[in-house]
């Protein structure tokens, strides 16, 4: 069955970049039917939407982050990447790459389990 | 502050029916379909709700979803203790052109 697993670091100094990868496994990142997006939360608050990106590589972001924000997409390699600019203690989140289902539920069907990024000196 | 307003908790007692509430606007809940997750302690979140309604695969019947207007809602009945856990409701905005979700509500089971 698909799963999906964020890599990166876990510790980003402020005003770096913050840079992530989701492999996908068991599956194709190239199907038609999925979009596939960063979703964070930082500790004790809720999910906040980041951006998304189609096996294409179109993209659409959260406004809210735009300026600050790359989602890139390796086919060859299954995966996909977050680049998160100008880091503050404010990104220090939890970061789960997921899934989602255009077709069926135009939802986030499948999740990554989440890796956590400290933003810190 | 979310875009979708959830109370931030709900409790309930083994056996009884809860029901968490999510409110929007006409550019979000108004125009789109409602998806709801479910996040266990120190887990990632689950698609427990999917299009208002319609459970994935695996879910039990005990979970429902109700849309109305720019309102959407989760119904746990026959609840158990491992139903507790953070419930998020979430949505297509056609304003901000992108996936917004509410609060979180933490529910209990007492």
């Known amino acids: 069955q698909l799963q999906l697993q964020e890599s990166g670091p876990g510790l980003v100094k402020p005003s770096e970049t913050l840079s992530l990868t989701c492999t996908v496994s068991?599956?194709?990142?190239?199907?038609?039917?999925?979009?596939w997006g960063w979703i964070r939360q930082p500790p004790g608050k809720g999910l906040e939407w980041i951006g998304s990106v189609y096996y294409s590589g179109s993209t659409y972001y959260n406004p809210s982050l735009k300026s600050r924000v790359t989602i890139s997409v390796d086919t060859s390699k299954n995966q996909f990447s977050l680049k998160l600019s100008s880091v503050t203690a404010a990104d220090t989140a939890v970061y789960y790459c997921?899934?989602?289902?255009?077709?069926?539920?135009?939802?986030?069907?499948?999740w990554g389990q989440g890796t956590m990024v400290t933003v810190s000196s | 502050q979310s875009v979708l307003t959830q109370p931030p908790s709900a409790s309930g007692t083994p056996g009884q029916r809860v029901t968490i509430s999510c409110s929007g606007s006409s550019s979000n809940i108004g125009s789109n379909t409602v998806n709801w997750y479910q996040q266990l302690p120190g887990t990632a979140p689950k698609l427990l709700i999917y299009?208002?309604?319609q459970r994935p695969s695996g879910v039990p019947d005990r979970f429902s979803g109700s849309k109305s207007g720019t309102s959407a809602s989760l119904a746990i009945s026959g609840l158990q203790s491992e139903d507790e856990a953070d419930y998020y409701c979430?949505?297509?905005?056609?304003?901000?052109?992108?996936?917004?979700f509410g609060g979180g509500t933490k529910l209990t089971v007492l």
């Open positions: 068991g599956g194709s990142i190239s199907s038609s039917s999925y979009y």
């Open positions: 299009s208002n309604n």
């Open positions: 997921a899934r989602r289902d255009a077709v069926t539920s135009d939802a986030f069907d499948i």
């Open positions: 979430a949505t297509w905005d056609d304003s901000l052109n992108g996936w917004v």
